[in-house]
Nanobody
């Protein structure tokens, strides 16, 4: 069994900051790319940022310069530092990870339950 558990969401005023965390637990041999997605009510899910095991990052244009993704491989955790938050950032934020459970196995994708971020004055 593998679980991804997000935390750190909440209500913040425009211009504020939040730091999201997503911790993977269970039988895990190795984690490859970890990604943050978000989905607002009535909208499609969109990629926010991703980070490879080696630390390579990719960002959606709408968060460049405001959000920073990072990971701690020893803790099987990915972070999303969100600064200069805007009302348009309001959404449920979910993490996804490609996880290899045993050395002889392949990678499978896993999702967390999500954490709500609300940006409002």
């Amino acid at each position: 069994q593998v679980q991804l558990v997000e935390s750190g969401g909440g209500l913040v005023q425009p211009g504020g900051s939040l730091r999201l965390s997503c911790a993977a637990s269970g039988i895990i041999f190795r984690i490859n790319t970890m990604t943050w997605y978000r989905q607002a009510p009535g909208k499609q899910r969109e990629l926010v940022a991703s980070v490879t095991r080696g630390g390579g990052t990719n960002y959606a244009d709408f968060v460049k310069g405001r959000f920073t993704i990072s990971r701690d491989n020893a803790q099987n955790t990915v972070y999303l530092q969100m600064n200069s938050l805007e009302p348009g950032d309001t959404a449920g934020y979910h993490c996804h990870a490609y996880i290899q459970r045993v050395s002889s196995g392949g990678y499978n994708g896993y999702w967390g339950q999500g954490t709500q971020v609300t940006v409002s004055s």
